[in-house]
Each structure stands twice: as structure tokens, then as C-alpha cells.
């Protein structure tokens, strides 16, 4: 049987009671405390948060997010809340917080929310899931942060950094155009992006290059042309401000007449001015957005762009211009040459004659007094040598080797070989005259044979100055020469022949009688080196400047004399050194020149006595003046 509790009992246990509830009533306080400011938290909180129970139901979402997306806690609370989500990503979130590890709780993603009037944005993602003991989520709370307008920053900033470093590739305008408004259409998400070229001269508007979803609407553009007037881009131009429209209203219908020669509807667009200096040279365009509309986002985005643009348009128009300006040029080149080839062709065999016929006519004159005749034979004889001597170098400068004559000569010699031996012997009775013939045909018409030879330089040179030896035998010059051994340089004989007896002819008619001439030839570094240094007059500077650009004369024309060669300022032709740099860039070898002009004769129009013993009786320091010419033949292997 049970007993009734005392009085005393019943005190004791409403006492309890009564801990218990002030106990449970302070945990309440505390924990409705904890929820206010825990939803405080969340209130002031900058990014977008929502809250989730078990059920996957929204309990909570922040101002923040209310801000961003536009739906507020009374229109999503006891929602899923997919109003949000795009439809291709409706699992998307569900579906990693499956695979989540056992004992993971956070998770992060990057993915794309819709706000209320349907834009897009991009966010970064923050998940933290309630768990039970059997891993099954009980609630989530889900941090969003839009980063839209990053990703937009970070795309536009690789979209320069990209044009940029691809726009040297693109020396066609044309290409290069088309490259960036594809650039921009993407950039921009719309359905056409266009460069809108200004004619000054017709006052009008011409697409150079476009592009369009549609590549038939794309070539129509590109065949448009409008007045200034007719297109919207006339105001930038007119104003120089930038144009951002994203709806057409009725009153701008004076437009209708460009929708329909492009062959689209335009409802929104974006024009920025293509600046060149104080110019405007034409638009940079975009039309048609397809999603959302223009900002001024865009706008700095396309000025930006336009920019750099402007000055690549105008770097290749001036590039274009430079092509034609030297295809010109190479075709008045090629032009000169031919016209230089041929006469010097069609110069020797005047020529050839007129020497051939100065030998017979002096073997007709061997009965006269030979002082009455010789002096004139010979002056026209060395005058004659000069003019070949002058069609050698163009030859050489030049190098054009189809040489006709030689075929014709040849052939009419092979079909008429037996009529012309017949004619000889019968009027001077020589037989073979003809191979005497042939080989004189040779001689003056055929190519030069440019084979190239394993030459030791030092005997070569060596070779050379005896053979010009004779030449020079009249000037009182002394040649201090230093020739050492070294290994073979790989030169054609012929161009290597010209080369250095042009330098040490040059260097003997520089140099006053009683001076000296050093030549060398050494191994040094990589290669083998040249040299002939005369101790005569010098070069002034402006002489060194041109020296080697051919036919320059580095004394003035009142003082040039054509003299014998090998004289003191025998006066050259002007071509030789013009001749030897082309060699050196043919057979690879490098040809330099330093000089320094006699004090006593500081102008080209100074004139020297041509006597070192002359110039010492000048008042004043001793001649200093000299000139050095180095040919660097570089080895190969070393």
C-alpha cells in the first residue's frame, strides 16, 4: 500500500522543481540570447546566407541575400528555394554533399544562381552540414559570395593581355580585325562585334572587318557601305563620347534603313571611337547582348580594347604602306638592274671591237716613226681598259648572269662554221682562226665561275703582290708585309683576286711617294684577318660615312684626274669598295674601314704634294693621316 507523501516531502520536491525551472529558464535565456545575436550576426553579415533544417526547407536567409538574388525570407521560408538555381544545376549542390567524406562537414564550390528578374551571376559557394550519427545531414547553413564582377574583371584583363601579345602576328589589317572583334563577341556575349572604318574622303562608314553568329549576315556586313549620317557612329564621331543603347525606342527608326541593308534587327548596342592622336579613325561595335544589357562595365571594357586597337590599325596601315612603297621600289630596282645589265653587256662588244681594231691598226702603223703613234694607242688603249674595267664591277655589283650574247655567238659559229673558215683562209690565209675566235667569245661574254676553292690566304697574297708588282714598279711606296701561316678560308678565286688587289691598288694610289703600306694577314679568334693600312692622306669623315656606297669619289671634282693606275690619286671609278662590300655579303666575310685624314690636308679639297719629302717641308707636326681596310674570313669548327 502506498503511502501519501508528508508535508515536509511535498516542500522538498517543489523546491527541487522549482531549481529545475530556474535552471531550465537561465539555459532558455542563454540559448534565446545565442539566437539573437546569432541571427544578428547574420543579419549584418555583407555576404548572401541561407539556412536549411533536415527537410531541406529554407528557416532563414540574411538581407544580404536578399539584396543580391531579390526574394526575402517571407517569399522562400519553408521553400527548397530552387527559384534560384538554373535548371542545369539543380542537383548539382545535392549531389557533392552525398559524396562528402564521412567526417567532412564543409563544402566549397564554384557555380552559377539566378537573381529574381533572371540574371545569371557567378558565386562562390560555402557549405557547412549538420551531420548525424548515421552521417544523414540534419541542416545546413550556405555562405554565397558573388563574384561576378571578378570573374568579368579577370576575363577582361586576359582579354587585353591576350589581343596584346597576339597582335604583332597579324600584319593583314584585315586579320587582325576580324581576330579582335572575335575577341570582343565573346567577351561581350553578343551576337556581333564590328570595326566601322571612317572614309574623310567620301564621308563614310565601311565595316573592314565583322563578325556575326550568322556568317551570310557577316559577309553582308562586310559589303556595306554608309554615309556618315546614316549610322548611329556618326554622334561618336561628331561628339568623340562613347554610345551605349540596350532599347531602341520608335524615334530612332531613321535606323531601319541599316537593319535592312545588314540584314538583322540591331535592339541594343555599344560604340566606342577608335582614337588615332587628335583623329577619330572609326568605331569599335557590339550589338545585340544576349544576356542582360549593356553597363558601363562594357564601356571601359571596349575603350579599353579600342585603345590598343587604334594603334595597331594605324601601324598597319602604315605597314601596308611601307609594302607598296618598297614593292615599288623593288620593282624600280629590278628595273635599274636590268637596264644596268644590259647596257653593260651591250657595252662589250663595242668595246672588245674597239680594241681588237686599235691592234690591228697599230701593226699597220709599225712603219711609222713609233712616237707619233704609240702614245695616243696606248692612252686610247688604257681609257678603253678603264670602260671594261668599269663594266666588271657593275657586273659584279649586279650579278646577273643570263648572258644571251654568248648563245647567239655560239650558235652562229656552230652553223656557220665551214662558211667562216672558207672566208678567213681565202682573204688572210690562217686556218683554225676560229677556235681563236670561239675562246675571244669566251673571254668577253661568258659567267664568271664562282667556284669556291680551299685558299690559303697568306700565299695567295703573297701570289698577288708579285703579280701587281710590275704595276706599281714606277711609285716610290714600300710594302712592309707580315703574312703567317694559317689555316685555308673557303673562297671563290675570282672575288678574292679583286678584293685584294682593289685594297692594295687603293691603298698604293692613297699614299705619297716616299710612304709605306703594311699588309697582314693573321689568325685571330675565329677566323682570319686582312689587312692593308697605307700611311698616306686619310679619308675626311664624311668620306669615311659613304665610302662604300659606290661610285663615291673621295676627292672633289675639280681636282679628279684619271691618271695610270698605281699613280698617286690616279682618280677610281668609285665602284671598288661598293664591289668588295657586296663580295663579302656573298661569300660571307666581313670588310670594315677606319681612317684618319692628313691635318695638313683636313678638307677633300686640300690636295697633297704627293711626295713625302715635299710634305716635310710644310711648317708644322709631320702627315698623320691613314687609312686601314680588315676582311675577317671566320672559320669554320674554331
Known sequence: MVQNPTYEELKLKVKTLEKEFLKAKETLKVTTEASKNYKRFLKFLPYPVIVRDAKKLITYLNPAFTKTFGWSLKELKGKKGKQYVPD????ELTNKIKALPAHTNVLELSTER??????????????????????????????LRDVTMENRIQRNRDTMTRISQVLPQYPDLKKLLFYVNTEIKELLETESANTILLDETHKEFYFLSATHDDPNTRERIEKA??????????????????????????????????????G??????????????????????????????????????????????????????????????????????????????????????????????????????????????????????????RIIGIESEVYDI????????????????????????ALIAEEIGERGILKKVRQRIEDIFSPRDLAVNDIFLDQFVEKRIKALQPDMAHRDIALITRLES???IQMPFEPLKKTVDGLIRNAIENTPDGGKIEIIVHQKNNGIEFIVKDHGIGLTLEAQKRIFEGFFSTQETMNYSSKKPFDFNAGGKGAD??????????????????????????????????????????????????????????????
Open 88 to 91: 542545369s544545376l539543380k542537383y
Open 114 to 143: 539566378l537573381t529574381k528578374d533572371g540574371k545569371l551571376l557567378d558565386v562562390m559557394i560555402r557549405v557547412g552540414v549538420d551531420k548525424d550519427q548515421n552521417n544523414n545531414p540534419e541542416g545546413m547553413v550556405i555562405v
Open 225 to 262: 557601305r554608309f554615309p556618315v549620317d546614316e549610322l548611329l557612329s556618326g554622334q561618336v564621331v561628331k561628339t568623340g563620347n562613347p554610345i551605349m543603347i540596350n532599347n531602341f525606342t520608335d524615334g530612332q527608326n531613321q535606323y531601319k534603313s541599316r537593319d535592312q541593308k545588314i
Open 264 to 385: 538583322y534587327k540591331v535592339k541594343n548596342v555599344i560604340l566606342v571611337p577608335l582614337r588615332n592622336k587628335d583623329r577619330i579613325i572609326g568605331i569599335l561595335a557590339a550589338d545585340n547582348k544576349k544576356t542582360g544589357n549593356f553597363d558601363d562595365t562594357d564601356i571601359e571594357t571596349l575603350n579599353n580594347i579600342a585603345a590598343t586597337v587604334a594603334l595597331s590599325i594605324e601601324n598597319a596601315r602604315v605597314s601596308r604602306e611601307l609594302r607598296k612603297a618598297y614593292e615599288e621600289l623593288k620593282s624600280q630596282s629590278s628595273a635599274k638592274d636590268k637596264m644596268i645589265n644590259h647596257l653593260s653587256h651591250e657595252l662589250k662588244t663595242p668595246v672588245a671591237i674597239l680594241l681588237s681594231s686599235f691592234k690591228i691598226l697599230s701593226k699597220k702603223l709599225v712603219d711609222l716613226p713609233e712616237e707619233t703613234w704609240r702614245p695616243t694607242i696606248e692612252r686610247i688603249s688604257r681609257n678603253l681598259n
Open 398 to 421: 649586279v650579278e646577273k648572269k643570263e648572258v644571251f650574247h654568248i648563245k647567239i655567238f655560239s650558235l652562229i659559229l656552230e652553223q656557220c662554221q665551214d662558211e667562216f673558215e
Open 486 to 488: 694559317s689555316p685555308s
Open 577 to 638: 669598295l661598293l664591289r668588295m662590300k657586296i663580295f663579302s655579303e656573298r661569300f660571307n666575310f666581313k670588310i670594315s674601314m677606319t681612317s684618319n685624314r692628313c691635318r695638313h690636308i683636313p678638307e677633300n679639297m686640300d690636295t697633297c704634294p704627293g711626295s713625302i719629302q715635299e710634305c716635310k717641308k710644310i711648317p708644322g707636326p709631320e702627315c698623320d693621316g691613314y687609312t686601314s681596310v680588315t676582311c675577317f674570313f671566320p672559320l669554320d669548327g674554331l
